[in-house]
């Protein structure tokens, strides 16, 4: 069975930091690329960032660019999220996912470019 099972997430001021981290089990995944998305109450699941398959790539949503860094460690399975300089407006679930495809070279930042998903952590950023 595949699970995806994210950590880290808990309450924090504005301004703190969070290390999230989510580890596969039931199957590799360190061909695959690795993403981060998140949803606030009411709003859509949207983007935050991801990671290629080899760890060489990043890409971020402007949203947290400069204040988020995703990395991974393909020896145990396992993709980070640190998160620097928190917002109120990060306030979300967030869940990590693996991409569908093995070794893609193009950025993936679509919902639809996984399809392996956690059940997702609470970060919750007061003012």
């Known amino acids: 069975q595949v699970q995806l099972v994210e950590s880290g997430g808990e309450l924090v001021q504005a301004g703190g930091s969070l290390r999230l981290s989510c580890v596969a089990s039931?199957?590799?995944?360190?061909?695959?690329?690795m993403g981060w998305f998140r949803q606030a109450p009411g709003k859509e699941r949207e983007f935050v960032a991801t990671?290629?398959?080899?760890?060489?790539?990043?890409y971020y949503a402007n949203s947290v660019k400069g204040r988020f860094t995703t990395s991974r460690d393909r020896a145990k399975n396992t993709v980070y999220l640190q998160m620097n300089s928190l917002k109120p407006e990060d306030t979300a679930v967030y869940y990590c996912?693996?991409?569908?495809?093995?070794?893609?070279?193009?950025?993936?930042?679509?919902?639809?470019?996984?399809?392996?998903w956690g059940q997702g952590t609470q970060v919750t950023v007061s003012s």
């Open positions: 039931g199957r590799t995944f360190s061909n695959n690329a």
């Open positions: 990671i290629n398959w080899s760890g060489t790539y990043t």
């Open positions: 996912a693996a991409d569908r495809t093995q070794f893609t070279s193009t950025t993936r930042y679509r919902v639809s470019d996984y399809e392996y």
